[in-house]
């Protein structure tokens, strides 16, 4: 029996390879499938004392630093919404993307905390102008999108976001002294709604396929080179889709006085018909 099946295995060997040929491009080309990967942040916290920073020519710098940063997780369901990642056809004459879908977080119980802190220095002074602080951000849907740019060089992105963030405090005294400082409460973006209520659906600041975002690095005819951040105009017959910014309420802290309440903040409506942002080196 060992001696027949070892036959037979070595008789099917030679027919097997003999089946396998290359495919020709157009045969290649009409290969689809769902190629991509899903992941989680499941009790993702990080905290630490790095520090980015941006230096003028003239030595003048802005800098943040010492991020912390924690999410609370869906323990119901802890991987039931990820993260994805996949690589999708750009359209006609264009480029595949990559894209990351963010999770849909429908039951808003992936929650975000945020802290940094941020200084300057310049004319001689190093001024500590103290931290940033996001509680309880919340992000429903949206997501990110890269590709190359249709025309020059350069990264070409898409963004979308809707967020629900239950404060953002500028502490000019640091994290840990917050009875001095600006706070933002109850803030809401996404897309724009008929009747002005809290948006549903995240907000399309960018498209990769109609109105792309660029980043890449430019040099003029003076020999002058920029790193450059913008958002192109809409394509022919496509408007830039609407979104909406509401402020449940503006304050500032002291504890020097009494604290003041400037109330709600409400933009119904904005484009972003085009952007353009230069750093020069």
């Known amino acids: 029996m060992l001696t027949r099946a070892a036959a037979t295995v070595l008789f099917c060997a030679p027919a097997f390879a003999f089946a396998l040929e290359p495919l020709p491009d157009s045969a290649l080309a009409r290969v689809a499938g769902r190629d991509g990967m899903s992941f989680n942040l499941s009790n993702f916290a990080m905290a630490g004392n790095a520090e980015l920073r941006y230096t003028t020519p003239g030595g003048d710098s802005l800098g943040i630093g010492n991020l912390a940063a924690s999410r609370s997780d869906n323990t119901d369901a802890p991987f039931a919404d990820p993260y994805r990642l996949d690589v999708v056809p750009g359209g006609p004459g264009r480029a595949d993307m990559i894209n990351i879908a963010f999770p849909q977080n429908t039951a808003g119980r992936e929650v975000w905390q945020i802290a940094y802190d941020f200084g300057i220095n310049a004319g001689g002074f190093d001024v500590k102008n103290g931290s940033v602080i ?55 973006i996404g897309a724009a709604t008929a009747d002005g209520s809290a948006p549903t659906a995240p907000w399309q600041i960018a498209d990769a396929t109609n109105q792309a975002g660029i980043f890449n690095a430019r040099t003029d005819a003076a020999g002058n080179a920029s790193l450059h951040v913008g958002i192109g105009w809409p394509d022919a017959g496509q408007a830039a889709p609407s979104g909406t910014l509401q402020i449940g309420n503006i304050s500032f802290r002291s504890d020097a006085g009494a604290s003041m309440d400037l109330g709600s903040s409400r933009i119904g409506s904005i484009q972003l018909q085009y952007l353009d942002v230069k750093f020069r080196q």
């Open 134 to 188: 996001l509680k309880d951000l919340v992000y429903y849907g949206g997501g990110l999108q890269w590709t190359t740019p249709v025309a020059g060089d350069g990264l070409a992105f898409g963004l979308a976001t809707r967020l629900e963030l239950g404060s953002l405090t500028l502490a000019p005294n640091g994290r840990d002294a917050t009875s001095e400082a600006m706070v933002l409460s109850n803030v809401k």
